[in-house]
């Protein structure tokens, strides 16, 4: 839906078809990049919550419990 509104906006205001396309490909590239940063941070600070709140000194963190 994004990449469309990107594509259909460029067309417009350039009206060259390739631009378009060019442009398009460029914003998917940078959503899925954006993505997963966001999903790996939010991997990375779930993971190190857990660690820290529900282990003890001496007991393993672990998701099975």
């Not at 919550?49 to 419990?65: I, K, T, V, Y």
Request: charged share 10%; proline share 3%.
């Amino acid at each position: 839906m994004t990449l469309g509104a990107v594509a259909i906006s460029i067309y417009g205001a350039t009206g060259s078809l390739w631009i378009a396309v060019a442009w398009t490909i460029v914003a998917l590239v940078l959503l899925q990049a954006a993505y997963f940063v966001l999903v790996l941070g939010l991997v990375y600070w779930s993971r190190d919550g857990d660690q820290a709140s529900e282990a003890g000194p001496n007991e393993p963190a672990s998701h099975l419990a």
